[in-house]
Each structure stands twice: as structure tokens, then as C-alpha cells.
T-cell receptor
Framework: GAVVSQHPSRVICKSGTSVKIECRSLDFQATTMFWYRQFPKQSLMLMAT?????????EQGVEKDKFLINHASLTLSTLTVTSAHPEDSSFYIC????????????FGPGTRLTVT | DQQVKQNSPSLSVQEGRISILNCDYTNSMFDYFLWYKKYPAEGPTFLISISSIKDKNEDGRFTVFLNKSAKHLSLHIVPSQPGDSAVYFC?????????????????FGKGTHLIIQP
């Protein structure tokens, strides 16, 4: 079945640096990919929606200049957290929706970001 | 304002009995509902879904019921097994317009931690 991978699974970075997280659909083409964020003991919050070849659509309250999303191919989307701060520490999860199946979303395993 | 609500943060059920997890939503534009199971530090795993045109969908031990008039859905797990212990998220999607071929991001509830007691 549909598999989505994320890399890295865990990253620790210093405040002020940038971190890139990759999301790949391994066995299907994803026209749409989503990025979610989960704080401890809280729900997953949709950050942005990215469609291959076009600019991402950000949810209200999400800074697009801080969370850069690139969806350059049908199997890869990247999230770059720029000038990271400790409050950006969180669990970031991507999901991918196959072409022609907008109701299906397959989630990656998540990336734990810790900013020191 | 939370559009998808899971009012029980946790639920404890004895092994072999039925687990019932509840979810309420406020946005009448939602037309597709999903349940996910999640372990700590992992991505959600899809369990079962239901379209707004149905009121019940069954898959093995999992059954989802949808009451549109009450904007309520529930997940039934029968019989409950120790491996079912996890956090369960209810999610909703859709404005109903997929003519452009694009998908919608999901709106999640806060989750219910299900604990299956031996």
C-alpha cells in the first residue's frame, strides 16, 4: 500500500539556523501534499497545502516566510523551518494525497524537531 | 473555535468488550470523515472512513457510524484487543468540491487515548 517517508526522523538544531524536512511518496504520485504540526498532547494542526508545481497555501496564522514549502515533483515536498527558535520545536508530519484520489491521505512517520 | 471535537481525552475498556469513541463536528460543509490511530512519535495510521452520504461503514472489528443531523460520529471497536491501545483521532474533510482534482487538508480532533485493560 501507499507509503510516505520523512527525513530526518529527528533533528536537533541551534536557534537561528534553518532545518529542511523532506517528505516523499514512495510508491505513488502525490499531486497534493500537506504539512501538519503537533504540539505535545494536542491535535494535529494543518499548516499548509502544497500542490506540485505551484505555491503552497498556508493556513491562517502560519508564517509563510518562516515555513518554506517546496513541492518540486510528484513524489517530493520539503518543509524548511528558517531561523528556527525554541518555540518551533514540535512534531512535524506530512501527508500525501494520490493523484485522482483526493479523499485519501497517507501520512509520513513524522519528524521531531528540537531547537536549542 | 474547534470544528472537530473529541470530548473524552481518555477511555479505558476491558479486553474483549466494545470500545466506543465519539466525535462531534460543527462545520456542516464537512462531507468526509476519517478515523486514525496514532502511537507517540509516529504518524497517524488510517483506520476507517465514511462519506456523508452514508450512515455506517464497517471494516472488520471497526465500524463507524455517522449521524448527520446531530453532527456526530462514533467509532466502535469490537472486540477490543490490547494492541488497540493508542490515541484515536477523528478527522474531517471537504467542501464537497473536487472538480479541480485537489484534495483538502484534514481538520483533526484532539484525540482520545484508548487504554485496553487485560
Amino acid at each position: 500500500g501507499a507509503v510516505v517517508s520523512q527525513h530526518p526522523s529527528r533533528v536537533i538544531c541551534k536557534s537561528g539556523t534553518s532545518v529542511k524536512i523532506e517528505c516523499r511518496s514512495l510508491d505513488f504520485q502525490a499531486t497534493t501534499m500537506f504539512w501538519y504540526r503537533q504540539f505535545p498532547k494536542q491535535s494535529l494542526m494543518l499548516m499548509a497545502t502544497s500542490n506540485e508545481g505551484s505555491k503552497a497555501t498556508y493556513e491562517q496564522g502560519v508564517e509563510k516566510d518562516k515555513f518554506l514549502i517546496n513541492h518540486a515533483s510528484l513524489t517530493l515536498s520539503t518543509l524548511t523551518v528558517t531561523s528556527a527558535h525554541p518555540e518551533d520545536s514540535s512534531f512535524y508530519i506530512c501527508s500525501a494525497s494520490p493523484a485522482g484520489a483526493p479523499y485519501e491521505q497517507y501520512f509520513g512517520p513524522g519528524t521531531r524537531l528540537t531547537v536549542t | 473555535d474547534q470544528q472537530v471535537k473529541q470530548n473524552s481525552p481518555s477511555l479505558s475498556v476491558q479486553e474483549g468488550r466494545i470500545s466506543i469513541l465519539n466525535c462531534d463536528y460543527t462545520n456542516s460543509m464537512f462531507d468526509y470523515f476519517l478515523w486514525y490511530k496514532k502511537y507517540p512519535a509516529e504518524g497517524p495510521t488510517f483506520l476507517i472512513s465514511i462519506s456523508s452520504i452514508k450512515d455506517k461503514n464497517e471494516d472488520g472489528r471497526f465500524t463507524v457510524f455517522l449521524n448527520k443531523s446531530a453532527k456526530h460520529l462514533s467509532l466502535h471497536i469490537v472486540p477490543s484487543q490490547p494492541g488497540d491501545s493508542a490515541v484515536y483521532f477523528c478527522a474531517a474533510s471537504g467542501t464537497g468540491d473536487y472538480s479541480g482534482g485537489g484534495a483538502d487538508g484534514l481538520t483533526f480532533g484532539k484525540g482520545t487515548h484508548l487504554i485496553i485493560q487485560p
